[in-house]
């Protein structure tokens, strides 16, 4: 048995974080068999995702299996993993109710968090699957993370939680993942779907007719091509994504879920949303935190280039300072909103120098 802090620092390294254009979710890799294991729910519908970890910074990986059945999904690893700490897949026929049990994942954002709790129930048969209940907090974007014994070893992939209710948390067992994985490997690097019907592996290259399972006839649709793509995002989410690429960003690897995205400019770190309730895009760049002396002299300045700036203020959230700028959605065009984010991009990197070197700001506190 080892402790909860221990495998808390054992998984940190191997969890990795996942966003697509619609939302987050948690991933865990597997060196026997360089995957990452995550849920089909978190990149259901795209070829590839935006990942990150301690160990990697954000790049696009590649979806090589889906099983919408199982809820289960296998991303290649952008770069080499294997040098990372083994993770081992336990035992779960000699998993008991009572058991303690440790839920890893990003839960809301919060990168890494961990939650410990017990198995409420070994065996919960859900819409004809066994699951494992747990009372361990899980919470949105801690999907695909994994579920953790008292050994260290994963027993589960954390899969959903029943709305409303108190902790009613439920993984897929380590069995199906298992299953998955050994049905997988023989094709490994392919693109593949598990038929939900007949649990066959399904390819491109062996559709019938292009369109169907060639072992049952059941239907199976492939996530479109990147290059086939029409219009992955449409209206000002476009707009936007249009602007960060004239800008040199990449679209994919800036977007952070839903209507939003996250860029770097020099030491600035820029947050952009999009609200389409109330009709306004949203720029935040986030400088430094408040000195330790000379909160005065800061405040001065600040309010000063509040009243020379035109379209962009400061604030403070907290300690730290953020130069903001907002535009009603039907007012921006690619050419008008090209040329605003370029401003605050600049403005952003030249604000967070001068009140770094001249006022001692303090850098903004990162997660390592």
């Known amino acids: 048995m080892i402790s909860v802090q221990e495998t808390i620092e054992k998984y940190q390294s191997a969890i990795v974080q996942i966003a697509t254009k619609s939302g987050t979710g948690t991933g865990f890799y597997l060196q026997d068999y360089d995957l990452i294991v995550t849920n089909n729910h978190v990149v259901k519908g795209n070829r590839f ?24 999904a296998f991303l290649q690893p952008p770069i080499n993993m294997k040098d990372l700490p083994p993770i081992k897949m336990g035992d779960y026929i000699s998993l008991k109710d009572g058991d303690m049990v440790i839920a890893i994942g990003h839960p809301y954002g919060l990168n890494y968090t961990a939650t410990q709790g017990v198995v409420s129930r070994v065996e919960r048969v859900q819409q004809g699957l066994k699951y494992i209940q747990i009372d361990a907090a899980i919470n949105p974007g ?4 994994p579920l953790v014994d008292e050994d260290g070893e994963v027993i589960g992939v954390n899969t959903f939680i029943i709305k409303g209710g108190d902790n009613l948390g439920f993984a897929l067992p380590v069995s199906y993942l ?7 490997m023989p094709i490994y690097g392919e693109v593949s779907i598990r038929c939900p019907s007949c649990s066959t592996m399904v390819t491109e290259q062996n559709l019938d007719a292009g369109k169907y399972c060639p072992n049952c006839g059941t239907k199976i649709e492939f996530p479109k091509k990147p290059e086939d793509e029409d219009a992955p995002v449409s209206g000002i989410a476009k707009t936007i994504e249009d602007i960060l690429e004239k800008l040199g960003y990449s679209k994919e690897l800036s977007r952070t879920g839903n209507n939003r995205w996250e860029v770097e400019e020099g030491t ?3 947050r952009i949303s999009y609200n389409p309730d109330n009709y306004f895009i949203i720029c935040d760049a986030f400088l430094c935190r408040l000195p330790k002396q000379g909160i005065k002299e800061v405040y001065q300045y600040l309010l000063t280039e509040n009243y020379l700036s035109r379209g962009k203020f400061f604030s403070l959230h907290g300690d730290t300072i ?4 907002l ?5 921006m065009t690619t050419e008008s909103g090209e040329s605003m984010f370029r401003r605050l991009f600049r403005k952003a990197d030249y604000y967070d120098n001068v009140l770094a070197n001249k006022y001692h700001c303090q850098p903004i506190l990162e997660e390592q």
Do not use: H
């Not at 298992?178 to 997988?184: C, G, H, V």
């Open 49 to 72: 995702v935006t990942v990150k970890s301690k160990t990697m910074q954000k790049r696009l990986a590649q979806v090589l299996f889906a099983d919408e059945k199982y809820d289960l």
């Open 142 to 145: 801690n999907s695909g993370g």
């Open 178 to 184: 298992r299953e998955a994985l050994d049905q997988y």
């Open 268 to 270: 600035a770190k820029i």
């Open 322 to 325: 953020v130069l903001s700028s």
């Open 327 to 331: 535009i009603y959605d039907l007012d």
